[in-house]
């Protein structure tokens, strides 16, 4: 799947589907869509630790519609995996996403070796901000199923259990579907529109950044997320059998 799909330099759309109308999808995905199996589990719970400025000058610049950026750490609960991620738009309004694989105990931290990654993502994306600058600000914790059309070179991903920390959590009732390819549509879009699904703009970081802090201006996001989300959610911890030991 990564030397098929890896899709670090992408066009991505998002949805917000009833539980019932996904699965319609995953259906119809089915003779052309490989799912992502480690040894027979077909989902992984993810924990993405989102690092901002002071001023929050990743949210402001994705509101604002300015050069959008993330720094985050991503942890692979099941499997112990971390890595350190930046994540930059290029001039076409395509993501593009590096990563770099640190130990597991390196959630939620920017390490001295992390930094470096950090800031040479960032500069090389005409983004004036640094490693230094930033500090942990908001987690956010789901569990994700991960298709592959491995000869259109497209994935899609389904996300579920979606919460904030402290924040937000997403109605039970929806998932959150993720389409990553190139500029045309890919199958899975398509089969979106024919349903009737439009895409989205929604940032899990942006939305529980959102909900989080008082008198942050109000927006599109924010009305999305008060329809699609519930607050004052203080999320229950994954089990500990599912986290790797320190």
Same mark, same amino acid.
């Given at each position: 799947?990564?030397?098929? @799909?890896?899709?670090?330099?992408?066009?991505?759309?998002?949805?917000?589907?009833?539980?019932?109308?996904?699965?319609?999808?995953?259906?119809?995905?089915?003779?052309?869509?490989?799912?992502?199996?480690?040894?027979?589990?077909?989902? $992984?719970?993810?924990?993405?630790?989102?690092?901002?400025? #002071?001023?929050? *000058?990743?949210?402001?610049?994705? =509101?604002?519609?300015?050069?959008?950026?993330? !720094?985050?750490?991503?942890?692979?609960? #099941?499997? %112990?995996?971390?890595?350190? &991620?930046?994540?930059?738009?290029?001039?076409?309004?395509?993501?593009?996403?590096?990563?770099?694989? !640190?130990?597991? $105990? %390196?959630? *939620?931290?920017?390490?001295?070796?992390?930094?470096?990654? =950090?800031?040479?993502?960032?500069?090389?994306?005409?983004?004036?901000?640094? /490693?230094? #600058? +930033?500090?942990?600000?908001?987690?956010?914790?789901?569990?994700?199923?991960?298709?592959?059309?491995?000869?259109?070179?497209?994935?899609?991903?389904?996300?579920?259990? +979606?919460?904030?920390?402290?924040?937000?959590?997403?109605?039970?009732?929806?998932?959150?579907? &993720?389409?990553? *390819?190139?500029?045309?549509?890919?199958? /899975?879009?398509?089969?979106?529109?024919?349903? *009737? !699904?439009?895409? !989205?703009?929604?940032?899990?970081?942006?939305?529980?950044?959102?909900?989080?802090?008082? %008198?942050?201006?109000?927006?599109?996001?924010?009305?999305? /997320?008060?329809?699609?989300? $519930?607050?004052?959610?203080?999320?229950?911890?994954?089990?500990?059998?599912?986290?790797? /030991? @320190?």
């Amino acid at each position: 799947m990564d030397a098929a @799909a890896a899709l670090q330099h992408r066009v991505d759309r998002k949805y917000l589907d009833p539980l019932d109308r996904a699965r319609r999808l995953v259906a119809h995905l089915a003779d052309s869509h490989h799912v992502l199996d480690l040894g027979g589990r077909r989902t $992984t719970s993810y924990l993405s630790m989102y690092f901002d400025t #002071e001023q929050l *000058g990743a949210w402001r610049a994705h =509101v604002q519609r300015r050069r959008r950026w993330k !720094v985050r750490t991503r942890l692979y609960a #099941e499997d %112990g995996l971390c890595r350190v &991620e930046a994540k930059t738009k290029d001039g076409r309004g395509a993501t593009l996403k590096h990563a770099l694989k !640190v130990p597991a $105990t %390196g959630y *939620g931290d920017l390490t001295e070796r992390a930094a470096r990654f =950090v800031d040479e993502m960032l500069e090389r994306a005409g983004v004036p901000v640094m /490693a230094k #600058e +930033l500090s942990a600000a908001a987690e956010v914790r789901y569990v994700r199923a991960a298709l592959a059309d491995l000869d259109g070179g497209s994935r899609v991903t389904l996300d579920g259990v +979606l919460s904030g920390h402290r924040t937000a959590a997403l109605d039970p009732g929806h998932v959150l579907i &993720e389409t990553r *390819g190139g500029t045309r549509p890919a199958p /899975a879009d398509r089969l979106l529109l024919g349903m *009737g !699904v439009r895409p !989205v703009s929604l940032s899990k970081y942006i939305v529980g950044q959102s909900l989080l802090t008082p %008198g942050l201006p109000d927006n599109d996001v924010r009305r999305l /997320a008060r329809a699609h989300f $519930t607050t004052a959610v203080n999320p229950a911890p994954l089990p500990a059998e599912r986290i790797p /030991a @320190a």
